[in-house]
Nanobody
Framework: QVQLVESGGGLVQFGGSLRLSCAAS????????MGWHRQAPGKQRELVAL???????NYADSVKGRFIISRDSAKNTVYLQMNSLEPEDTAVYYC????????????????WGQGIQVTVSS
């Protein structure tokens, strides 16, 4: 199976920056999409940013111009650079990855990390 481990969260002041990282490990043949979602207290989980294997990106309107998603395919790692953070960005951030396991034949996987807290103080 595939394990995702997030790092880089924490407490930051309004206007500050944080960089989240998520490393995938396990029996991976290929990773297609990698992304970040978040869930604030009392709200549904929402997509923050997504990056495809070819480097295409998609962002939630609320983070466009402030967050940047990138990936290092050689390391099976995805990053989320978060700038100009606002209290509304406070949430648990989850990494997600989908692709193919290294099996015969390859079978799809869709894995999630445990989540990491990001808190923005005003």
């Amino acid at each position: 199976q595939v394990q995702l481990v997030e790092s880089g969260g924490g407490l930051v002041q309004f206007g500050g920056s944080l960089r989240l990282s998520c490393a995938a490990s396990g029996s991976i043949f290929r990773i297609h999409n990698m992304g970040w979602h978040r869930q604030a207290p009392g709200k549904q989980r929402e997509l923050v940013a997504l990056i495809t294997s070819s480097g295409g990106t998609n962002y939630a309107d609320s983070v466009k111009g402030r967050f940047i998603i990138s990936r290092d395919s050689a390391k099976n790692t995805v990053y989320l650079q978060m700038n100009s953070l606002e209290p509304e960005d406070t949430a648990v951030y989850y990494c997600n990855a989908g692709g193919l396991l290294n099996t015969r034949p390859p079978i799809p996987f869709d894995s999630w990390g445990q989540g990491i807290q990001v808190t923005v103080s005003s």
